[in-house]
């Protein structure tokens, strides 16, 4: 199995995740719930602490038929803090792209999944992403603090310019953000929802 793609962007060789659109679903399910969840109308998203699917980027084909079910599963998001090391966000920026191109070319509906932290991440985050299709960003953290809002809102200014999204499956608490006429469909953390019951 062919582990390693034929399309590379950027100054770091970022494999390309090619553009798609997608129809929304009512939820959003996180990527340890997959197995277990009845119902398969919904998307998997990967916005856990890391350590809950840091197997994918060990063993991505072993999740290839699992994630297959469902009609789309977001690129998982391995971390960028902004008080991480650059290279640290580089090589999670990098795995990011990996997996989520591999699976998108074994079968699998991918929606890649934006992060960015301060402005330096700029010269990477948006590579491998192409234009004009559907993306995922979430406001999970970055909604806890002025410092988190203003970086958040930064770095979705600049991909809304660069990406020139069709459509974005926005995950977390909403900011004061234009979107413009770009459609959004916003997501509810289930588990935070759940934990607040």
């Given at each position: 199995m062919?582990?390693?793609?034929d399309f590379f962007d950027g100054k770091y060789d970022m494999p390309v995740i090619k553009k798609k659109d997608v129809s929304p679903t009512d939820k959003l399910i996180p990527f340890n719930m997959a197995k277990t969840?009845?119902?398969l109308n919904c998307g998997v998203h990967f916005y856990l602490d890391d350590?809950?699917?840091e197997r994918v980027w060990?063993?991505?084909?072993k999740y290839l038929e699992l994630l297959?079910?469902?009609p789309f599963v977001l690129s998982p998001g391995f971390s960028m803090y902004l008080d991480m090391p650059l290279p640290m966000k580089l090589w999670n920026n990098f795995r990011r792209q990996f997996v989520g191109e591999f699976w998108q070319r074994n079968g699998i509906n991918v929606v890649p999944t934006i992060l960015w932290a301060e402005e330096r991440t700029f010269q990477f985050c948006f590579d491998g992403i192409e234009p004009g299709g559907t993306i995922s960003v979430s406001t999970q953290g970055a909604a806890m603090s002025k410092r988190g809002r203003e970086f958040w809102c930064r770095g979705m200014c600049e991909?809304?310019?660069r990406l020139k999204p069709k459509k974005i499956l926005h995950y977390g608490k909403?900011?004061?953000f234009?979107?413009?006429d770009t459609e959004v469909i916003f997501y509810e953390n289930i588990i935070l929802k759940r934990f607040k019951k």
């Open positions: 062919n582990l390693i793609g969840h009845i119902g350590y809950q699917f060990r063993r991505p084909e297959k079910k469902y991909a809304m310019k909403p900011l004061d234009d979107f413009g």
